[in-house]
């Protein structure tokens, strides 16, 4: 195992305590802490968050007294609610790499570690893409709360070489029993409402193994989440950002991907459930190994893919959107009228606020692609 305290991951890792303990105080006197306070702490003063932040010394106590409190406020000021099963299988006295699909930036990962808090198991540190830190305040935040950077940038061989030491520290997290990691199963979030394993992160993973396939991803201990939610965070710009790559390369605007944070907290998601699967097996992993060398990822790949999907909770919403799209009325059992009724609605009106804007989008194709981002699990 690689010495953690080498200094060789310092440019990725998070910080340590009395890293945060500065970050903290950077944190506390930012203007930007105005802007979140009146949502995050709802009759709190900004001044009373500032001084509850300098207090704190340590990654744990900024978890629990401040991030803990911050994303129980955004579930239940957006949500009905969280429920999840299988935590049994995150809580077996290992630690494990955390594959999860991923369907908003911020809150797929920050409610893992609710849920894990809450049950007071480990939270596990983070892997978050690099080009969301737009900000030293952002970069403090993150990397309190246990962020690992994810380089995404550079030239090919600095994209190889980022890969690498990301996937040495990873391991040396899991194999260490230091703890657990979360990371997408691919880059970005799903925007189709298909959710699709990366065959890139499986091999990014086996970089800093030993060339021996079958124990490389047993050591890895990889264990699938899979994570729904009722109205899907962000759907609105999915579906135009959809409809424009259709035409061409999709280019994203200065600040988009802040928005799109920002979006997916403040928006109402309904309910929302997280599904802890059973670790990848020894016997699941080997029968992968018996293929070709690039056959073999692909069939890992659908493995973790079919926990996901099997185990991914379906909602009215996505049965109306099925059956909205298709015709024929197959899962009208699983709603309501008036669910059905309330879903065109929203989908009406959120639909008509993007062709207002852009008048030379067409709404009939933009409603297709906005029935397909639900309808996706159920097709996948």
């Known amino acids: 195992?690689?010495?953690?305290d080498s200094g060789k991951y310092d440019d990725i890792r998070p910080y340590t305590d009395s890293e945060t303990k500065a970050a903290l105080g950077r944190i506390a006197g930012a203007p930007e802490l105005d802007a979140i306070s009146g949502f995050l702490f709802p009759g709190q003063s900004p001044?009373?968050?500032?001084r509850l932040i300098r207090k704190l010394d340590s990654v744990d106590s900024f978890q629990t007294e401040v991030m803990a409190s911050a994303v129980r406020t955004i579930v239940k000021r957006t949500s009905e609610g969280v429920t999840y099963g299988g935590l049994e299988n995150a809580m077996d006295g290992k630690t494990h790499i955390i594959v999860s699909n991923h369907r908003d930036i911020i809150l797929d990962p920050a409610i893992i570690q609710l849920i894990l808090h809450e049950n007071h198991a480990p939270t596990t540190e983070i892997a978050v893409g690099d080009n969301l830190i737009s900000s030293g305040f952002?970069?403090?935040?993150?990397?309190?709360?246990?962020?690992?950077?994810?380089?995404?940038?550079?030239?090919?061989?600095?994209?190889?070489?980022a890969s690498r030491h990301l996937s040495e520290y990873m391991r040396n997290d899991v194999v260490s029993g230091?703890?657990?990691?979360w990371i997408a199963q691919k880059n970005g979030?799903?925007?189709?409402?298909?959710?699709?394993?990366?065959?890139?992160?499986l091999k990014m993973f086996e970089m800093s193994g030993e060339g021996d396939f079958v124990n490389d991803f047993v050591n890895l201990s990889m264990l699938?989440?899979?994570?729904?939610?009722?109205?899907?965070?962000?759907?609105?710009?999915?579906?135009?950002?959809?409809?424009?790559?259709?035409?061409?390369?999709?280019?994203?605007?200065?600040?988009?991907?802040?928005?799109?944070?920002?979006?997916?907290?403040?928006?109402?998601?309904?309910?929302?459930?997280?599904e802890f699967n059973r670790s990848i097996t020894e016997k699941?992993?080997?029968?992968?190994?018996?293929?070709?060398?690039?056959?073999?990822?692909?069939?890992?790949?659908?493995?973790?893919?079919?926990?996901?999907?099997?185990?991914?909770?379906?909602?009215?919403?996505n049965y109306i959107a099925y059956d909205m799209l298709n015709g024929g009325g197959r899962f009208a059992g699983k709603y309501s009228a008036e669910a059905a009724s309330a879903f065109r609605a929203y989908m009406e009106k959120g639909l008509s606020a993007i062709v207002g804007k852009e008048p030379y989008i067409l709404i009939g194709e933009l409603r297709e692609i906005f029935l397909s981002i639900y309808a996706g699990p159920i097709c996948f």
């Open 47 to 50: 001044d009373n968050l500032r």
């Open 1 to 4: 195992m690689e010495n953690f």
């Open 224 to 274: 699938p989440v899979s994570i729904s939610y009722q109205y899907e965070p962000c759907d609105f710009l999915k579906a135009r950002e959809l409809y424009i790559s259709r035409r061409g390369e999709y280019v994203k605007q200065p600040g988009e991907d802040t928005n799109s944070i920002l979006q997916g907290v403040l928006q109402y998601k309904g309910g929302i459930h997280f």
């Open 284 to 317: 699941e992993i080997a029968d992968c190994a018996s293929l070709g060398k690039n056959e073999r990822y692909q069939a890992l790949a659908l493995v973790i893919d079919d926990k996901i999907r099997s185990s991914f909770r379906l909602w009215d919403n």
């Open 189 to 201: 979030r799903t925007k189709d409402g298909t959710d699709r394993t990366s065959q890139g992160l």
């Open 138 to 161: 952002i970069e403090d935040i993150f990397r309190s709360n246990r962020m690992i950077k994810v380089v995404r940038g550079g030239t090919t061989r600095e994209k190889y070489m």
């Open 178 to 181: 230091r703890c657990s990691v």
